[in-house]
């Protein structure tokens, strides 16, 4: 069985650019999780997709966005970068339904803002 | 709001000794689960162990175990018989259960690196 899949594997952006990041989930997983991994802060929890619908989002500006598709898998956008969007951008599927909401990881995306 | 924290940033181990990574936690919620997840230097995050905050009994997977302290908020993972492969970034994690406001997103600390020595 496939596991989650990313890409692109590295990205590279300048200031102001706009970074579109891609995910795909699990078969038959229909939660897509995005977060957000930058040195010396840790992974944090971005967005939540469920069903199409985005269900929750952590404390991040506007300018990241999102959205899943009718197959699940899902996209992050990055608008107006920043230098300090330079981070590993780690999806995770799961099961939403399940009774302790396992995630499965991706390999990530390592976006770098120059 | 929910906090995991891992006081222990570097941790080293001989081969086939016993290393325990700590976890403390902190939350409202009476219904959770908590996770130790592993991070190679491939960077795939790979699920290690699960524990339900309702279950008393310590979660077992192979050489790794975990010792929940419920009432104390610790969540320390233990790993015998340390291998070279065991050498990764270890995250201790937080989820809130299906019915809670923290359900849909993981809870991370800041992460233990484990170095395996010969």
């Known amino acids: 069985e496939a596991g989650v899949t990313q890409s692109p594997t590295h990205l590279i952006k300048t200031r102001g650019q706009q970074a579109t990041l891609r995910c795909s989930p699990i078969?038959?997983?229909?939660?897509v999780y995005w977060y957000q991994q930058a040195l010396g802060l840790g992974l944090q929890f971005l967005l939540w997709?469920?069903?199409?619908?985005?269900?929750n989002r952590g404390n991040f500006p506007p300018r990241f966005s999102g959205r899943q598709f009718p197959n699940y898998s899902s996209e992050l956008n990055v608008n107006a970068l920043e230098l300090e969007d330079s981070a590993l951008y780690l999806c995770?599927?799961?099961?939403?339904?399940?009774?302790?909401?396992?995630?499965?990881f991706g390999p990530g995306t390592r976006l770098t803002v120059l | 709001a929910q906090t995991v924290t891992q006081s222990q940033p570097e941790m080293s181990v001989q081969e086939a000794e016993t290393v325990t990574l700590s976890c403390t936690y902190d939350?409202?919620?009476?219904?959770?689960?908590l996770f130790w997840y592993k991070q190679p230097p491939s960077r795939q995050m790979i699920l290690v162990i699960r524990?339900?905050?309702?279950?008393?009994q310590n979660a077992t997977e192979n050489r790794f175990s975990v010792n929940f302290q419920k009432a104390a908020k610790s969540f320390s993972l233990k790993i015998s018989d340390s291998q070279l492969g065991d050498a990764a970034m270890y995250f201790c994690?937080?989820?809130?259960?299906?019915?809670?406001?923290?359900?849909?997103?993981?809870?991370f600390g800041t992460g233990t690196r484990l170095q395996v020595t010969l």
């Open positions: 995770a599927s799961s099961l939403f339904r399940s009774s302790y909401n396992e995630q499965f």
């Open positions: 078969s038959g997983h229909t939660s």
């Open positions: 997709y469920d069903e199409g619908e985005e269900r």
């Open positions: 939350t409202s919620e009476s219904d959770y689960y």
């Open positions: 524990q339900e905050a309702y279950k008393q």
């Open positions: 994690a937080y989820t809130g259960g299906p019915n809670t406001g923290t359900a849909s997103k993981l809870t």
